[in-house]
T-cell receptor, first 116, second 109 residues
Framework: GAVVSQHPSWVICKSGTSVKIECRSL??????MFWYRQFPKQSLMLMAT?????????EQGVEKDKFLINHASLTLSTLTVTSAHPEDSSFYIC????????????FGNGTRLTVT | SQQGEEDPQALSIQEGENATMNCSYK?????LQWYRQNSGRGLVHLIL?????REKHSGRLRVTLDTSKKSSSLLITASRAADTASYFC?????????FGAGTRLFVKA
């Protein structure tokens, strides 16, 4: 149980275009999902907390107009990288909590974004 | 800044040996979790230890927690080549989970 599906697993786009990444909880409802960014051989950096039915909470230094998050239902959160630039190339991972706060996180398999 | 810091950054051992990874954190916690990440994939939850627990076992995994030293260790016994991955500790703080820098474990067959 507690499966999180993330799509696409990889995407290549040109500079200036926008890319949407989906994160779905398949067998549970997730009122809260998290979006992380990970650079090679580094840890996960929390970008934002996505709350169903309300605005996302962004971490300091993360541009909310650049990384648009929509949590329209209890099973789906999307991250849109707008006007992508090569420096946005990274590994993006979402996670969701099936229980209360401090319960284990369940992760998607990540999306490798390459901006050319 | 990240809550947890881990050492070593990288560890290379022979199959069958034990692997020990350490994690230190800065503020008080409710619990500490360990995750595993295979290259290019998402993280998989391994074990959770609560702040009032000192040791926990799960199969070949043994986790200890010393809240006085704000540190935890993950021991993998009888390692296998399939254990090759990055391992992260994670702590809860301000209603979000913060990950350490991770230890990259390589188990040679």
């Amino acid at each position: 149980g507690a499966v999180v599906s993330q799509h696409p697993s990889w995407v290549i786009c040109k500079s200036g275009t926008s890319v949407k990444i989906e994160c779905r909880s398949l067998d549970f409802q997730a009122t809260t999902m998290f979006w992380y960014r990970q650079f090679p051989k580094q840890s996960l950096m929390l970008m934002a907390t996505s709350n169903e039915g309300s605005k996302a909470t962004y971490e300091q230094g993360v541009e909310k107009d650049k990384f648009l998050i929509n949590h329209a239902s209890l099973t789906l959160s999307t991250l849109t990288v707008t006007s992508a630039h090569p420096e946005d190339s990274s590994f993006y991972i979402c996670s969701a909590v099936a229980g209360g706060f401090a319960s284990p996180l369940h992760f998607g398999n990540g999306t490798r974004l390459t901006v050319t | 800044s990240q809550q947890g810091e881990e050492d070593p950054q990288a560890l290379s051992i022979q199959e069958g040996e034990n692997a020990t990874m350490n994690c230190s954190y800065k503020t008080s916690i409710n619990n500490l979790q360990w995750y595993r990440q295979n290259s290019g994939r998402g993280l998989v939850h391994l074990i959770l230890i609560r702040s009032n627990e000192r040791e926990k076992h799960s199969g070949r995994l043994r986790v200890t927690l010393d809240t006085s030293k704000k540190s935890s260790s993950l021991l993998i016994t009888a390692s296998r080549a399939a254990d090759t991955a990055s391992y992260f500790c994670a702590t809860d703080g301000s209603f979000k989970t913060i990950f350490g820098a991770g230890t990259r474990l390589f188990v040679k067959a």
